[in-house]
């Protein structure tokens, strides 16, 4: 093999760094005796060369390589004691790729040899397997960052106009026709500009990705024909995963979101820290394991063992320094490097979790307090795991959002007809201040959705009362049986008209609900249209159409969902009153003569504690009072004051518009059972309006007279 000009190099930065001359590699491994830097052709195929690190400093392996230029494909071996009792599994047979590589060329091949012990051994992982697994696992790839960016500048939405929208790269593109076919389900497709146009034109803010970090796919899946299309299985933190380009750059990601701000939207990762690819003492060694097996896990008293707090396997060791420095170095590369504009954690908890429990205290989470970078950029929590003390809904600390699944449940009860959710739903509306209102944590802090890629899409859930999860073949065992949905009297599509109507209003009732609560609202991808997976609530393994948009199926019906959704994103942006900033908790203000929110019934009357405690009360009003102080000092001339009318019965409801002081007309904004209106009509305080049986209805109060100054602006894009 040729021998490269070598130096020692420095320890710092970890992972492979070109100066425009060489390429300086740094690996972290606590307990091992020998690193080995083996060099492949650019394709991965055949190694080239094999280069023993000369250096070791602070626990870092290190070398710098002269005349190495970017698109150099390599990989490690790592020697050191086999001793899985003692929680080591060195096996320089196994080539490894580098925690810190920004790029990955090539996939996993389940074959024996990427198993650190020999499978089907009587000794089961204390075996020791001598085959090469060289041929078998991905390598890592020398990158150049260099890159001109035409929108440097983040977008930097400010949390109470935040809209996020989840999707995934793949298949929100993979069927888009206005796409060209090279780009479909690629960084490149999301990036053509009639998909950035469509996702602006929704009224959205923050658009948030599923996994793109680089994974693997489960070798059970593929024996059933299936994949792991969600890709919460991650094995590089700083690479995005080959299957999302189009032409292998890095450059490519970078021009997606370079986009993406150009049209003033943010770019969110879904990012998973909590565990990796390599399962427990009998899944492959890829990476980590074969690193330092003892550093990056956490392990039970007998270290032979994984500790399992994330149900995959193993679970990062974020109590151990350079495990911790990893993570955090991750997220800034995708701050500083790549421009993104902020994290959703999968299974969060996790990354609180100390030896000791969960501590919103805990070195992660006060890193990324601390962290100049990390604190100027979203930070959104997926706030449990299945781990002891692992629901932790409201308890991470300020300067962190959190998805509230109570909202979530609470909402789909209360319009699925469940007795008892009133006042819950009340609690829910107003940001869930029963979890977040504390040290100073505004309502943004709650992730309000009702739908995500975990569950029902909104479609599927009113046109279903049970799971249909056969395609995963697991025998519809996998995913949650209680979904709080109501197929509305047929299971699955049907063509009764009266069935479609109500789900549409169903469907309708959900969404306005969603974005007229305070907190941040987010909107699952084809939600806005209706898109359904054909009541499959656990798609994880479906990368077809189940589980990609299906832009050629939007009806009659879904486009004028996605119509009424910009309604509704339009009212929200429009109105401050509906993204305030500050808890509503239905105090009186002394000074301003003011309570901020009311609840009210039927007559117009304030809700008595009976009413709240009526397990079959199911329609009630909800007065948000524009004279109330968004901010301790600022009150926003245009702050409207609102009647928010929820009525889950099945019957119509005559509902009294109340008679507020200083005012004396309502304008009816929003019926979800009349979504296209003419114009706004008008009514007098005092007036009794039929409030449809399963409706939504928003009012605004004005002077007589007043409409034109206020409201008039808006009834173009409210009733076209």
Request: with cysteine; proline share 5%.
């Amino acid at each position: 093999m040729p021998q490269s000009n070598l130096a020692e190099g420095s320890p710092f930065p970890l992972g492979a760094t070109w100066d425009g001359k060489g390429v300086n590699f740094a690996l972290f491994s606590a307990n091992a005796t020998k690193v080995e830097l083996c060099l492949f052709d650019k394709h991965g195929r055949t190694e080239t060369e094999r280069i023993v690190l000369p250096e070791y400093t602070d626990e870092v392996w290190h070398v710098y390589v002269e005349g190495l230029a970017p698109g150099a494909v390599y990989g490690y071996r790592v020697h050191g004691p086999y001793e899985p009792s003692a929680g080591h599994r060195f096996n320089p047979n196994k080539l490894l790729l580098d925690p810190y590589a920004k790029a990955h060329i090539g996939a996993l091949k389940w074959r024996p040899e990427v198993f650190g012990y020999t499978l089907g051994s009587k000794d089961g992982d204390l075996s020791f397997d001598k085959r090469d697994s060289a041929r078998s696992v991905p390598k890592c790839k020398v990158v150049d960052t260099s890159f001109t960016w035409e929108h440097a500048t983040r977008a930097r939405v400010p949390w109470d106009r935040t809209i996020v929208y989840e999707t995934h790269v793949r298949g929100f593109t993979k069927t888009r026709p206005d796409v060209p076919e090279k780009l479909r389900g690629t960084f490149g497709g999301l990036a053509h500009k009639p998909v950035v146009d469509y996702i602006k034109s929704l009224g959205v803010t923050s658009v948030e990705l599923m996994p793109i970090h680089a994974f693997v796919n489960d070798s059970h899946l593929l024996d059933k024909g299936l994949t792991n299309y969600w890709g919460y299985n991650t094995i590089g933190f700083f690479a995005a995963d080959p299957r999302f380009y189009s032409d292998g750059s890095v450059g490519e990601f970078k021009k997606m979101v370079d986009r993406f701000h150009e049209a003033g939207l943010e770019l969110i990762l879904d990012v998973v820290y909590n565990h990796t690819a390599e399962g427990n003492q009998l899944g492959p060694t890829l990476s980590f394991k074969g690193i330092d097996n003892a550093s990056y896990y956490r392990l039970t008293d007998d270290a032979r063992y994984y500790i399992n707090d994330t149900g995959t396997g193993n679970t990062l060791n974020l109590s151990h320094p350079r495990v911790l420095q990893m993570v955090t170095d991750s997220l800034r590369y995708w701050v500083i490097e790549m421009n993104v504009d902020g994290f959703r954690f999968d299974l969060a908890t996790i990354l609180g979790r100390e030896p000791y429990g969960f501590d919103e205290g805990g070195g992660f989470l006060d890193s990324c307090r601390q962290d100049p970078i990390l604190e100027s950029v979203k930070l959104i929590a997926e706030p449990w795991d299945c781990g002891p003390g692992g629901y932790q809904v409201g308890g991470f600390p300020p300067g962190w959002a959190e998805w509230n699944d109570r909202y979530r449940d609470t909402v789909r009860g209360f319009w699925k007809g469940d007795e008892g959710t009133t006042a819950d739903l009340a609690t829910r509306v107003t940001a869930s201040g029963d979890k977040f209102n504390r040290r100073g944590r505004r309502p943004w802090a709650s992730v309000n959705f009702i739908s995500a890629h975990d569950g029902f899409t909104l479609n599927d859930l009113v046109s279903y009362n049970d799971k249909h999860n056969d395609a995963n073949g697991e025998e519809n065992r996998d995913g949650h049986s209680d979904n709080k949905s109501w197929n509305c009297g047929v299971e699955g599509p049907t063509d009764d008209p009266e069935v479609r109507a109500l789900r549409e209003r169903q469907k309708r009732n959900l969404l306005t609900t969603l974005l007229f609560s305070a907190g941040t609202p987010m909107v699952l991808a084809g939600d806005e249209f209706g898109r359904t997976q054909k009541g499959n609530n656990n798609a994880y393994c479906q990368d077809n159409e189940i589980s990609w948009v299906d832009w050629a199926g939007i009806d009659e019906d879904g486009r004028a969902l996605t119509d009424f959704v910009r309604k509704l994103t339009t009212l929200r942006h429009t109105l401050p009153v509906l993204r305030r900033n500050r808890f509503l908790t239905g105090a009186y203000n002394e000074k301003l003569d003011v309570t901020d929110v009311k609840w009210i019934d039927p007559v117009g009357t304030e809700l008595s504690g009976e009413q709240w405690g009526d397990p079959l009360m199911r329609c009630f009003g909800m007065i948000i009072d524009g004279r109330a102080q968004a901010s301790g000092i600022v009150k926003p001339a245009s702050d409207a004051t609102l009647l928010i009318v929820f009525n889950a019965h099945h019957d119509v409801v005559d509902f009294q518009l109340p008679d507020i002081p200083g005012s004396d007309q309502w304008t009816c904004l929003i019926d979800t059972n009349a979504p296209i209106r003419d114009e706004l009509p008008e009514f007098d305080a005092g007036n009794v309006y039929q409030v449809t049986g399963r409706s939504v209805l928003l009012f605004a109060l004005h002077a007589r007279g007043e409409t034109g100054r206020i409201f008039r602006r808006l009834e173009g894009a409210l009733t076209e």
